[in-house]
């Protein structure tokens, strides 16, 4: 649609609510397209016979509901949906190191478990909440959280932080995450209006001086990992945590969300970044690196008027989390067997990072952060998209580092590299192979 595509679509009113009204019934029925632009201020005023101010109170309730977008000298234009990232597999012919799967073969069998559920069916009205995986739950966390929770259950950890900011936020809040950050949480910002101010990942996790600018700035709510930071693979240290929790001590009011994807598997201990303090806040614990990916469950400690909020959106007999399903991960959480392949794939894990970043380190490529989990980031001042590129052309598939920057990240760039079913020898070769990369794309620099 041209500029006078507006003219076509005639919008009236005479109110600010009016103009509105007629504008989302135009984009409604399709007169009005994601991108198309909407009259100049003074130009829609004087064909209306309104003051100016009448339509930019009317263009700024738009912008608020999501349905347009300033673009400054560009004028407001109908917004787009957002395009969100997701993990997809490699192409076919390809070593798979972008997809970001654990390893099949550090899963536990769920085969095994399920004759010893004695699972009968849960009917309209059962509680949203099985009652052993919230005992579990409490019995595991109550030593590593310092007030009163409840517990509730979340259709994976996505699920749970998405819930969580639209229970307490609305649209145009201000959220500090981390920088780069995991791609599902700026998506899930974009998606429902709020905006993002990056926090920059060192060695030790988020940067507490900038989180404070952060807060201080007027945002609303903090989402951070204390383990395995995707895409870097840095957890909190001690320290780090404890800074940060002095940060947000001065700032109650504001939502606190730590994504502790990693739990049970990962090498380094979990320290709380979250002081006493803070009113609003949750613990997401999901089980899908380590219980597989198609098990869509994730536990949330939070405090009270939080778990309220979530029970309201996750109503038994309505929108609860399958009763099998929980019933199948506490039966796993609680089995020998599965603790002892936790074990495994904790050790397992740690080998196969360890290993790729001496490899790389031997063939002169720097991956600045200590990690755990199983991906490695790697720094691309050379750029993203011709790394990935060069490594397609030599069989490699790696994942674009561009996805885990918001659109105000200083955070250089960099590719994450999945190490979850790496081999020693492909370790070695894939190392190789990009520092081949990294030194012709220097000499060709020079």
């Known amino acids: 649609m041209t500029d006078r595509a507006a003219e076509r679509a005639p919008i009236s009113g005479t109110t ?17 397209r994601a991108g198309d632009p909407v009259p100049p201020i003074r130009e829609l005023a004087a064909g209306l016979g309104v003051h100016r101010n009448t339509v930019a109170a009317a263009y700024r309730m738009l912008v608020a509901a999501g349905v347009a977008e300033t673009r400054g000298r560009h004028g407001t234009v109908i917004s787009a949906l957002p395009r969100l990232e997701g ?18 073969a550090l899963l536990p069998d769920v085969t095994t478990v399920l004759p010893r559920l004695g699972y009968r069916m849960q009917m309209y009205g059962s509680q949203a909440v099985e009652p052993r995986l919230a005992q579990w739950a409490r019995t595991a966390w109550t030593p590593q959280i310092e007030v009163p929770f409840e517990v509730s259950v979340t259709h994976g950890a996505v699920d749970a932080v998405e819930r969580l900011l639209v229970a307490h936020l609305t649209r145009g809040d201000l959220v500090a995450m981390e920088d780069p950050c995991f791609y599902a949480s700026e998506g899930t910002l974009r998606l429902n209006g709020f905006r993002a101010a990056p926090v920059p990942v060192d060695a030790e996790g988020m940067a507490p001086g900038v989180l404070r600018a952060a807060v201080s700035a007027g945002a609303r709510a903090v989402l951070l990992t204390p383990r395995v930071h995707n895409p870097t693979g840095v957890s909190l240290s001690a320290e780090r945590a404890r800074e940060i929790r002095s940060v947000l001590a001065d700032h109650p009011h504001v939502l606190v969300i730590e994504d502790d ?6 090498r380094n201990p979990y320290h709380r970044a979250t002081p006493p303090q803070t ?8 089980v899908a690196k380590f219980l597989g990916p198609d098990l869509r469950v994730a536990a949330v400690a939070s405090d009270v008027d939080t778990a309220e909020r979530l029970g309201t959106r ?14 199948l991960v506490v039966e796993l959480l609680e089995s020998d067997e599965t603790a002892a392949t936790f074990d495994h794939a904790r050790r397992s894990y740690a080998e196969r990072v360890d290993l790729l970043r001496r490899e790389l380190a031997d063939a002169g490529v720097d991956t600045p952060f200590p990690t755990d989990g ?13 790394t990935v590129a060069a490594l397609r052309d030599a069989g490699w598939s790696v994942r674009d580092g561009s996805a885990f920057r918001t659109a105000a990240s200083t955070a250089p760039p960099g590719i994450r590299v999945t190490a979850a079913r790496l081999t020693p020898a492909r370790a070695g070769e894939f190392a190789r192979h990009l520092g081949e990369i990294r ?5 060709t620099k020079s």
């Not at 993990?87 to 099949?104: I, M, R």
């Not at 007999?317 to 019933?327: F, H, I, P």
């Not at 030194?439 to 000499?443: G, I, K, M, V």
């Open 374 to 386: 199983f991906n490695v980031w790697v720094p691309t001042p050379e750029g993203p998209a011709g």
């Open 16 to 32: 600010a609510g009016e103009i509105c009204r007629s504008v989302r019934d135009l984009v409604g029925t399709g007169r009005l």
């Open 439 to 443: 030194e012709s794309a220097a000499t």
């Open 261 to 266: 994807h990693f739990s049970a598997i990962s």
């Open 279 to 286: 009113q609003r806040w949750a613990l997401v614990r999901s």
């Open 87 to 104: 993990e997809t597999s490699a192409t076919t012919g390809l070593v798979d190191l972008s997809s970001g799967n654990p390893d099949p």
């Open 314 to 327: 996750l109503r038994p007999g309505a929108t609860w989390v399958s009763r099998l399903l929980q019933q």
